[in-house]
């Protein structure tokens, strides 16, 4: 983008949505500026509330971009209460604000995200960047693709907003593919059981064959995460625990996630299923399931059923050709859902 439009930009709605547009946004014309509809404390700080993009994917989670500009007198602890009391009202819309306030003489402009798990009045809560012409890694991360799930983009801005390091998002990534690996063993493990109760030994032999070979890989994947954390300091603190080395196991969610999906009548969007699930599960969760994860603020117990789902659909219990974000129970999910009910 040129740095003269950028040095240029945010003195109006009008220019955020050129801005949004030229980064591939589906911006809205025309431009409507309209009361927001929060709570008096909330709304009295606003002068300008215009809904510049509005992203509905199919998702359950739709994203919402929108231009807000300050009462003069306003200043940047009142527009996060003001982004708070949106989330606190439309909890199932990811947002995005692009607001403009004074401080002094200066009008700034920051890109403000409220922050999704913050207690109910929390007050400051929500997270705010400036806008400014040398934001690269802000401009990178508001670029958008079409094809990408709005989900993806908040998340992906919300990461940044945080400030959050790339070693802690790295070794994320390196304990959900090892997670995923390990899944995959349980899964080859039960198969040779069954296979050596029927007699089928060339496929034990096929089988084992492929659990060695899944065990060389996770020690290699183990090896690279190691290999990947920064050195150590000479004189070491005293070891700590893992975090999540108290959460519930994945296998502990494979019942109540198919319960769930027959209790929502056979398919739900995704957010309606981990509600049902936290209801089936809530006496039994720990607080490390609820710890948020560095790889972009997902609750732990809820990246495990989302892994978990993955897992199912590859054993033919959840559907794989739904729309994006619904997910779905086979017939065989259902029966074996019962066998699991049976012990």
């Not at 198969?191 to 899944?214: G, N, P, S």
């Not at 690279?224 to 070491?236: D, E, F, I, V, Y």
Request: hydrophobic share 35%; aromatic share 8%; net charge positive.
């Amino acid at each position: 983008m040129d740095v003269g439009i950028i040095k240029s930009m945010f003195q109006n709605a009008l220019q955020a949505r050129d801005w949004l547009k030229e980064l591939g946004y589906p911006v809205l014309e025309p431009l409507i500026n309209s009361p927001p509809q929060l709570k008096p404390s909330a709304s009295r700080h606003i002068s300008e509330w215009v809904l510049l993009v509005k992203i509905e994917d199919g998702n359950g989670q739709p994203l919402y971009i929108y231009w807000i500009v300050a009462k003069p007198e306003s200043r940047l602890n009142d527009l996060k209460y003001v982004v708070d009391a949106y989330r606190l009202k439309y909890p199932h819309v990811l947002a995005l604000f692009i607001t403009r306030y004074q401080k002094g003489r200066r009008w700034l402009t920051v890109l403000m995200c409220p922050e999704p798990h913050a207690p109910s009045h929390r007050w400051g809560a929500t997270l705010a960047e400036e806008l400014a012409p040398d934001n690269a890694r802000l401009w990178k991360a508001l670029q958008y693709n079409p094809s990408e799930p709005a989900e993806t983009l908040w998340r992906r801005v919300y990461r940044i907003l945080r400030g959050e390091t790339m070693n802690a998002r790295i070794e994320e990534a390196f304990e959900s593919f090892i997670m995923e690996l390990e899944s995959i063993r349980a899964e080859i493990d039960a198969e040779i059981q069954h296979a050596t109760q029927r007699q089928e030994y060339d496929r034990v032999e096929t089988l084992a064959r492929e659990a060695r070979q899944l065990g060389e890989l996770i020690k290699k994947v183990q090896q690279l995460r190691t290999g990947n954390k920064p050195s150590a300091p000479a004189t070491q603190p005293a070891p700590r625990r893992r975090s999540g080395e108290d959460a519930t196991p994945q296998p502990a969610y494979t019942l109540p996630l198919l319960q769930a999906l027959v209790d929502l009548g056979g398919k739900a969007p995704k957010r309606k299923v981990l509600e049902r699930v936290h209801e089936l599960m809530k006496d039994r969760l720990k607080p490390a399931d609820y710890e948020e994860l560095p790889s972009g603020g997902e609750i732990r117990w809820e990246n495990k059923v989302a892994w978990l789902r993955v897992n199912l659909i590859k054993q033919g219990y959840l559907c794989e050709d739904t729309p994006l974000g619904i997910w779905a129970i086979t017939e065989k999910g259902r029966q074996y859902l019962e066998q699991l009910k049976k012990g």
